[in-house]
């Protein structure tokens, strides 16, 4: 039986688009007659403490829907200072590496499938490859580190090129790369040809249902679901928009460095609601109650597609995209929403007034749309199975 082994520092049960795509590519690979380990953190994203049930422990082995966890401590931090966030990847490269290698040494497996960002992260895939002789799969979520270079994170020339340096080796000393947007696949072509376009998708099993739409009451019910950070500038959003006096309820479910800030900012703004995140599972229940979808880029960081478009595109919800690059495009070339660029707040306002004096038949369109498009570009089983007929492939059987 041929063994993949996941090295990843952030998996299930922690909540986002990347814990949520490996869970589902481990669970289906396991199904699809291969032997999946995963060589993990303990839980702690996006809270930045350990979840209940992992506290005070250096190690820990767990089986999750038939899949080996081995968990590896690392320093949890998710605060706004670049150097407790490089010392947390940096703790678990080396747990990992403490821990790992007895593993490695006694079950050699046919791939070691890593993930970046975090940047650091598949250098202990590649290392474990280059030394057992074993294909390494990375996947790109982010293009690391000109995506935080764009967001003003780190401005550190000499970071900057080491990080640059190390971006370069990963790509080249990969097996094969999968990307996750059409811009991290054009990127990767510079330096490697062994790239396919695998994005995280949506479960259309959880998320395809019938939605219907109900005659809206006198505010209109905007939901964001998602990390609470720089990158997305909801904070920033809630401080600009008078979401009052635009006849709209906004409620916000995640977690964040910003969160804090946006609980005090709801107490003097009963139109706005933070609320802790919810797992994959519940999501679809709560999506489908509200009349829009808010997904906002504050910068356009090239290669970033946020994975909220393909959820409420899938459940039918209309979307106001509030910045650019692939995402504003999907949005566009789906029909399924109004965009807005993230420098002109107006815009976004207009838009808001626009969708609030369309007709029953206008909205309904959108979300119509939306489901289309998500059912034939985002199906995350089809891209698994792309993924899984490129592993056939190598192994010389298709």
């Known amino acids: 039986m041929q063994r993949i082994t996941f090295v990843t520092s952030t998996f299930y049960p922690e909540v986002g688009a990347a814990p949520s795509r490996l869970f589902y590519m481990a669970k289906a690979l396991k199904n699809a007659g291969y032997e999946v380990d995963v060589i993990t953190g303990f839980p702690n994203y996006p809270y930045g403490k350990f ?3 992992y506290r005070n422990k250096f190690y820990q082995k767990e089986f999750i829907d038939g899949v080996k966890v081995i968990r590896c401590w690392l320093y949890p931090s998710h605060s706004k200072s670049i150097f407790l966030r490089f010392f947390t990847m940096v703790s678990f490269l080396f747990s990992a590496l403490f821990i790992s290698f007895p593993y490695f040494f006694k079950n050699r497996p046919s791939y070691i499938f890593t993930q970046s960002p975090p940047l650091l992260t598949p250098l202990l895939g590649i290392f474990y490859g280059k030394l057992f002789n074993v294909r390494v799969i990375t996947n790109i979520s982010d293009l690391w580190p000109s995506a935080i270079q764009q967001l003003g994170s780190i401005k550190n020339k000499f970071a900057l090129n080491f990080l640059k340096r ?7 000393s990969s097996f094969y790369c999968l990307a996750q947007s059409e811009e991290i696949k054009k990127h990767l072509l510079k330096y490697t040809d062994q790239v396919i376009l695998y994005r995280t998708g949506v479960d259309l099993k959880l998320f395809l249902r019938k939605r ?16 609470l950070g720089l990158a997305q500038g909801v904070l920033d959003l809630c401080k600009k928009i008078n979401f009052q006096s635009l006849g709209v309820t906004l409620d916000i479910y995640g977690a964040g460095l910003d969160k804090k800030e946006l609980a005090q900012l709801s107490v003097s703004n009963n139109n706005i ?3 802790d995140p919810v797992d994959q599972a519940t999501l679809p229940s709560i999506l489908e109650k509200y009349d829009a979808a808010l997904i906002p880029l504050k910068k356009s960081v090239y290669g970033t597609v946020p994975s ?21 495009k999907l949005v566009l070339d789906s029909g399924s929403g109004l965009v807005s660029n993230p420098e002109d707040i107006n815009q976004l306002i207009e838009n808001i007034r626009k969708f609030k004096s369309l007709s029953q038949e206008e909205i309904q369109n959108l979300s119509k749309n939306g489901v289309a498009y998500a059912s034939k570009m985002f199906d995350r089983k089809h891209h698994f199975n792309l993924f899984l007929n490129l592993l056939h492939s190598f192994e010389g059987h298709v």
């Open 51 to 53: 979840f209940q049930g």
């Open 166 to 172: 190390v971006e370069k080796f990963i790509y080249k």
């Open 212 to 227: 219907s739409l109900q005659s809206r009451g006198p505010y209109l019910s905007l939901i964001y679901a998602g990390t």
């Open 273 to 275: 609601n933070v609320i």
């Open 308 to 328: 909220k478009i393909y959820e409420a595109m899938a459940i039918g919800l209309p979307i106001f995209f509030h910045g650019n690059g692939e995402g504003a």
